[in-house]
């Protein structure tokens, strides 16, 4: 089960980052590929909203995502950190999920630090079921799973430009 969770994080950070980089250019940008394994179809604007359908004999995983935008607390599942600006967010369901629900992902950004940040949700948590912090100042990662399933998790780290970037996954049934 961690396992799944851990490749789907994952496959959600590539997904983001191909959105990102599929919004730049043409106004739309559309393409199929198509393997004896199935097919991934990749529609993307340049708004920064996409949409990746994977069919497989397995099932059919459908992947919405967008550039920027807001976010609430309600929509994250936690506190949203404040001043952060959100950067991408995507949405999964089909196959990926069992047929069970969806797989939201938003992932935001501050000039804060990285220690400013942990702390932060370090005190505005609840239910919190496993926590890891490693490293120290802005050289580390912290990591946080909340509710008796694991259902929402957030992810803090410091990019190269000594942005903080925090990525939240929300699983709803």
Request: with cysteine; net charge positive.
């Given at each position: 089960?961690?396992?799944?969770?851990?490749?789907?994080?994952?496959?959600?950070?590539?997904?983001?980052?191909?959105?990102?980089?599929?919004?730049?250019?043409?106004?739309?940008?559309?393409?199929?590929?198509?393997?004896?394994?199935?097919?991934?179809?990749?529609?993307?604007?340049r708004?920064?909203?996409?949409?990746?359908?994977?069919?497989?004999?397995?099932?059919?995983?459908?992947?919405t995502?967008?550039?920027?935008?807001?976010?609430t607390?309600?929509?994250?599942?936690?506190?949203?950190?404040?001043?952060?600006?959100?950067?991408a967010?995507s949405?999964?369901?089909?196959?990926?999920t069992?047929?069970?629900?969806?797989?939201?992902m938003?992932?935001?950004?501050?000039p804060?630090?990285l220690?400013?940040?942990?702390?932060f949700?370090k005190?505005?948590?609840?239910?919190?079921?496993?926590?890891?912090?490693?490293?120290?100042?802005?050289?580390?990662?912290?990591?946080?799973?909340?509710?008796?399933?694991?259902?929402?998790?957030?992810?803090?780290?410091?990019?190269?430009?000594?942005?903080?970037?925090?990525?939240?996954?929300?699983?709803?049934?």
């Amino acid at each position: 089960m961690k396992r799944n969770g851990l490749l789907l994080s994952v496959f959600c950070i590539f997904l983001i980052a191909g959105l990102l980089i599929s919004g730049c250019g043409r106004d739309k940008n559309s393409f199929t590929a198509s393997t004896p394994g199935g097919k991934v179809t990749v529609n993307a604007d340049r708004s920064g909203q996409g949409t990746v359908q994977i069919e497989t004999k397995d099932g059919t995983v459908v992947v919405t995502g967008q550039q920027g935008g807001t976010v609430t607390e309600a929509q994250l599942g936690v506190p949203v950190y404040p001043g952060a600006t959100v950067k991408a967010s995507s949405k999964m369901g089909g196959a990926a999920t069992d047929n069970k629900g969806t797989v939201e992902m938003y992932t935001l950004m501050t000039p804060d630090s990285l220690e400013k940040v942990t702390a932060f949700y370090k005190s505005n948590l609840k239910n919190v079921k496993n926590t890891l912090v490693q490293g120290s100042g802005d050289q580390g990662m912290a990591m946080f799973s909340l509710g008796d399933d694991g259902a929402v998790s957030v992810n803090i780290v410091s990019d190269k430009n000594k942005e903080t970037i925090i990525q939240v996954a929300k699983k709803t049934k």
